[in-house]
């Protein structure tokens, strides 16, 4: 495992510069998770590091070694592709030994069979080994496709929303999963994915990138409590951050243009009066979409709420956050 | 109540699309097993009429088919006793067999041209379809017209050029002569049709491979050319077919050593007479190859007909 | 509008049974979710409702009339797929006009009609584009567009976000929602996510192998699951399940577990043999304090909250607890549960048992 060095990396295809300038460290050993909307050049970033596209401009270290002259193959990544990368054709252990018989690797056949065997158990798939890769369920592919970089030893895995296809149960399990796995192998993961979920809960770090430039990176608590911006606050959360004009409550520091409540900002009981609109019952959660002068404001509230739609209910912010009108967070 | 699905064809809706089916494909096999059993006829069955339904099967046909006979002497004939179930055969005519006919070598020569060129047709077609589905080559879209363009006019509209051209070059009556033809003619079908196959192979397959340490051509032959199979067996069908039962060049191009049996069957109509069994017998031996690799390739073909249609 | 109802409603496909004898009420207005894994039959049942497939037996009313053996198009009922079928040939305008042009209706009002839909959905400002350059959100607009405008008694929709990436879905199920807000109309909607069936429905029914698991409120059937398969189904994480053996009486206040002792409901039935003690994560209290035990194996952090796994003498368990706790890897803790929450299952078949939390809702069936 390596650490991987960005420095000032570009990349357009054509008018569309699908990354701008990007600077990141992936510390040895770490999880990174790449945050952004479709579009923002998460996978672009993926694609460069495996050297499936070549960088216009800026160096790329992996191991302190520049390789953006190397081929894929030199390179010595693993990839997990967001769907499709399993061979139809081939079995599950051929698909799985498939990286282990390239040219560069040359793996002897029966330490093959013992490296196969062995990812297998660890992913839940040894009973399916001999199945055609079509036969299997989309979990179980996806497992595959992801074995399929276990059995390697590389530089890096680099994932490409490798659990967006799948139903949620599944991907909470896998979660727990890689997590663990990478922190067994001290693998260097690099993840790209556009659910805030699954970059909370697996990353050691996070990077959230904006129309291809990396807009902040850091812990997934720095990331949710200090966001730079209020793009960056609003990718993460659950629901998402209430942005209002700063003048709303009053108390605004100078300079704000906008104000940015998590539902947990959202004090209760006091305030300017907002109507209740709905009442969203989650089970372990009750949203409560609000309206106050005009906007629409969500927030949590005790499960068994006795609110109604047409009620009113007086909030105020609570350690709320501030942003100037480029969107830049304030103090 | 019956429970049926609204979507689904009721039962009588199938008896009705099933019979319609059966139909249909007794109307297309009438003429084919017209010469099918027109083979198995004597010469004065197969002109009778009203046409017999029921006759004494012969092989006289196939005997015919084979074999140049002569004439003899009844001394002659009475002094060589028959040795072969064919020689009882051509003697009710007082004949002979003299040797054996032309029919196995034109036939043979049909297998090597035919086979030839949809070898090289789908071995250049698959590499240009993938060149053009994966790389990005200047003039793409203009090359690939061009390329479709060779087939807008009927290729025997360019017959005297490539006959004065054969003849410059040596190719004329000759394998390698009428491969190349065919596969000229054929390699335009065979990129349009593969392109859009490969097209839709997701990369994604081959860039996990040039990842996992594969070259591009290496990846092309493990991962692409498996996944192809249907549409290199379709198109490959198609190309036999062309090249199968061309005429028009073969009668032009073609006189003695490379000459294939569509222009050779029509010969067998020569002395005395129209040998009906004979030709019957021809044109079922040449039916079979092609039904053969398609009965081969089937499973593929069902698919790959449908192409665009069935996606998954 | 109207109100639906289902009777005794039964499919079979030759020797498979697809759906059998379901029975549920729609009322009049209602945003109605049938959820259930992909073969539980929520589609054939969607399908009979809408007439697109005929039941074997049963009945269902639509607006007071007997209609489970008309065709779909007496129905009078609009049906969104999955896969938005536009025209591609013709503009938004054009597509959502279609329905009534067929029908025959005077051209003035057709434009009024379109111009009231598209008022509705906000999709005024994209009237005259052609279909074939729209995002996937503005070609559901019009889909839905196409049905509304027919002003039908009901919608029918089969996962009509199944198609698009999960952060827009989120989006369009708010929009869908708030659009129905606005039109009060009886909308049945077919879904595999739990998180789309709490968050949209007005009532809920749960579907697995062809049966109704539980119908109710999203509320309801979160804190008072009928079965095990409805308590795995709902919620994210899944609901804890401990499995011991043990017996309880009607009346008990406690129930032993793994040589420890635990408060619950007062329980309305007495059960003796293989239980499961079901506790969903945000009702785990973890404390330094408690002889009941875990180790913590893994934390998420998830903003407010942290979803904590630990491994306890009865398995594994989730705890959802605030982020600002501290939660270690490795450490081992006390467990504590919110006992008014907990609901015991009959191991074996699934059931929950009756208690003081869940017995007005049972009996539903």
Known sequence: ?331 | MSSYSITEPSARQKWIAGTLVILYALITMIPLVWILLTGFKSPADAISYPPKVVFEPTLEGYVNLFTTRTRQTPEFLAANPPQTWADEIVRQYDMVIAGPSKFGERFLNSVIIGFGSTFLSIVLGTLAAYAFSRFKIPLKDDLLFFILSTRMMPPIAVAIPIFLMYRQLGLSDTHLGMILLYTAVNISLAVWLLKGFIDEIPREYEEAALIDGYTRFQAFVKVVLPQAATGIASTAIFCLIFAWNEYAFAVLLTTGTAQTAPPFIPTIIGVGGLDWPAIAAAATLFLLPVMIFTILLRKHLLRGITFGAVRK | MAEIVIKDLRKDFGDFTAVQASSFKIEDGEFFMLLGPSGCGKTTTLRMIAGLELPTSGEIWIDGEEVSQKPASARDIAFVFQMFALYPHMNVRKNISYPLVSQGMPRARVREKVAEVARILGIEDILDRPVGGLSGGDRQRVALGRAIVRDPKAFMMDEPLGALDAEFREHMAEELRALHDRMGATTVYVTHDQLEAMQMGDKIVVMNHGVIEQFGTPQDIYDKPATLFVADFIGSPAMNFLKFTGQVEAGAVEVAMHRHRFMIPEMREAFDGDMVFGVRPEHVRLSDAGDFRGEIVASEYLGTTQIVTLKTPGGRLKARIPSDQVARTGETVALGFDPATVTLFDSQSGRALRSDLNEGVLGHG
């Open chain 1, 1 to 331: 495992m390596a650490e991987v060095i960005l420095n000032g990396v570009s990349k357009a295809f054509g008018a569309t510069r699908a990354v701008r300038d990007v600077t990141l460290t992936i510390p040895d050993g770490a999880f990174v998770v790449l945050l952004g909307p479709t579009g923002a050049g998460k996978t672009t970033v993926l694609r460069l590091i495996s050297g499936l596209e070549q960088a216009d401009t800026g160096d790329i270290l992996i191991g302190g070694r520049s390789v953006v002259r190397d081929t894929p193959a030199q390179r010595d990544v693993a990839m997990v592709f967001q769907q499709y990368s399993l061979y139809p054709h081939l079995t599950v252990r051929d698909n799985l030994a498939f990286p282990l018989r390239s040219p560069i690797l040359k793996t002897p056949e029966e330490q093959i069979t013992r490296k196969v065997r062995e990812v297998a158990e660890v992913l839940h798939i040894a009973h399916k080994l001999d199945n055609k890769a079509t036969a299997l369920s989309g979990g179980e592919m996806q497992r595959v496709s992801i074995g399929r970089a276990l059995v390697r030893s590389p530089q890096i895995y680099l994932m490409d929303e490798p659990l967006s296809s799948l139903d949620a149960k599944l991907r909470a399990d896998l979660r727990i999963e890689l997590k663990r796995i990478q922190a067994d192998l001290g693998a260097t993961l690099l993840y790209v994915t556009h659910d805030q979920i699954e970059a909370m809960t697996m990353a050691t770090h996070v990077g959230v990138l904006d129309q291809g430039r990396l807009v902040q990176f850091g812990t997934p608590r720095e990331i949710y409590e200090s966001p730079v911006s209020s793009y960056v606050a609003s990718r993460l959360g659950l629901p998402r951050i209430n942005l209002l004009p700063a003048g709303l409550f009053g108390g605004a520091p100078s300079g704000a243009r906008t104000i940015g409540m998590r539902p947990e900002h959202v004090a209760q009981g006091e305030g300017k009066p907002a109507e209740v609109i709905r009442v969203e019952r989650l089970g372990d959660q009750t949203r409560l979409h609000l309206r106050l002068e005009g906007h629409d404001i969500v927030t949590l509230t005790e499960v068994h709420t006795s609110y109604e739609p047409g009620d009113t209910v007086a909030i105020q912010p609570r350690a709320a956050l501030y942003f100037d009108a480029a969107g830049a967070r304030i103090g």
